[in-house]
């Protein structure tokens, strides 16, 4: 089984309400390669990440004017994990994801929109059991109640 490590991530908008997500990866690169793609794909970037006992700070922009600004608004992507069954699934959620990201119904998430995401999930997220990601099965809009920093 390869070796097992969760990244955390914490984002920020500009009203003061933040968002904490989590991912279980191999290696740091791996959790530096998700974070900065979904930081390509939303209109917040991280304030924090860490990768075991590592902490990374980074400055916490934010696009006041664009259509989902608000960390509770998010996308919610879904991978399926393993080759052989039983197969599993595991997902990322991305807060004030950029509208670009979705179909014009602005509910389902366009994959090719997020191919840089689906390939740093594929090379290095793992689901609870250490099954690999092996591909996209679907991503929507949601919602998620933010916490407050």
């Not at 600004?69 to 599993?88: S, W």
């Amino acid at each position: 089984m390869a070796e097992q490590n969760r990244s955390h991530a914490t984002w920020v908008d500009n009203s003061g309400a933040g968002f904490a997500g989590s991912v279980i990866v191999g290696t740091a690169a791996d959790a530096q390669a998700i974070w900065s793609a979904v930081a390509a794909v939303n209109n917040i970037t991280w304030l924090s990440y860490t990768f075991e006992q590592e902490f990374f700070l980074r400055q916490s922009p934010v696009s006041p004017t664009a259509t989902y600004i608000d960390v509770g608004d998010v996308a919610i992507l879904e991978y399926q994990t393993g080759t052989a069954a039983p197969n599993g699934k595991t997902r990322l959620v991305i807060p004030a994801p950029k509208s670009t990201i979705f179909l014009p119904d602005g509910v389902t998430v366009a994959g090719a929109q997020v191919t840089a995401i689906s390939n740093a999930m594929i090379s290095g997220a793992l689901d609870v059991a250490g099954r690999p990601v092996v591909g996209l099965t679907r991503g929507y809009r949601g919602s998620m109640p933010p916490r407050r920093y």
